[in-house]
């Protein structure tokens, strides 16, 4: 099946942690992104990776980071995981960056730091 | 700053039409997304406006006014499988996606 999937899908694990989740897409599209989704829903762009080029949302701290092996994998890494940090947490990719480019997203991992 | 606004929740009845509209302010304007995310999933595309007017795709219609920075989305013959929420997001200047909280809708029989 063509998609955009991502492992886990739930993740309970303790403060100061170090845990990873790994994405993939099989659709061809050049760009991927990293999604966090609060618990008011919102949705807050963490990353974007497009032809080797990251571009990093300034908000975002830096024991988050994105680690890209090829253009069909993005996966994120968080270091001394903390309470805050629980969220679900969505990989997307799109045919290209900009214009007329709609996401295509994964099925979400829901990240509970106890 | 950048803004998009939604209602929070909406309740809507089996068969009926609902709205849901959704006003922006960003820096610069390309284009509006409406997404559906039912409860414990994906979000996933519903419609695109870039130019004024109505779009309208089988049940699902989005309208877009870029003067008054607003948009709705229209659903018609509504079924309890619309139970979701849906999300509102413009892309800016930069083509960077801006997203609003999401309306919770709620069909009842």
């Known amino acids: 099946d063509t998609a955009v999937s991502q492992t886990p899908k739930y993740l309970v694990t303790q403060m100061g942690n170090d845990k990873s989740i790994k994405c993939e897409q099989n659709l061809g599209h050049d760009t991927m992104y990293w999604y966090k989704q609060d618990s008011k829903k919102f949705l807050k762009i963490m990353f974007s990776y497009n032809n080797k080029e990251l571009i990093i949302n300034e908000t975002v701290p830096n024991r988050f980071s994105p680690k890209s092996p090829d253009k069909a994998h993005l996966n994120l890494h968080i270091n001394s995981l903390e309470l805050g940090d629980s969220a679900v947490y969505f990989c997307?990719?799109?045919?290209?960056?900009?214009?007329?480019?709609?996401?295509?997203f994964g099925n979400g991992t829901r990240l509970t730091v106890t | 700053g950048q803004n998009i606004d939604q209602p929070t929740e909406m309740t809507a009845t089996e068969g009926a039409i609902v709205q849901i509209n959704c006003t922006y302010q960003?820096?610069?304007?390309?284009?509006l997304f409406w997404y559906q995310q039912h409860a414990g999933e994906a979000p996933t595309f519903l419609s695109y406006?870039?130019l004024d007017g109505l779009e309208e795709k089988g049940r699902f219609s989005s309208f877009l006014s870029r003067s008054k920075g607003y948009s709705y989305l229209l659903l018609k013959e509504l079924q309890m499988k619309d139970s979701a929420s849906y999300l509102c997001?413009?892309?800016?200047?930069?083509?960077?996606?801006?997203w609003g909280a999401g309306t919770k809708l709620i069909i009842k029989p």
């Open positions: 997307a990719s799109s045919p290209r960056t900009g214009e007329y480019s709609p996401l295509h």
């Open positions: 960003t820096s610069g304007f390309n284009g």
């Open positions: 997001a413009c892309l800016d200047s930069n083509y960077q996606l801006i």
């Open positions: 406006n870039v």
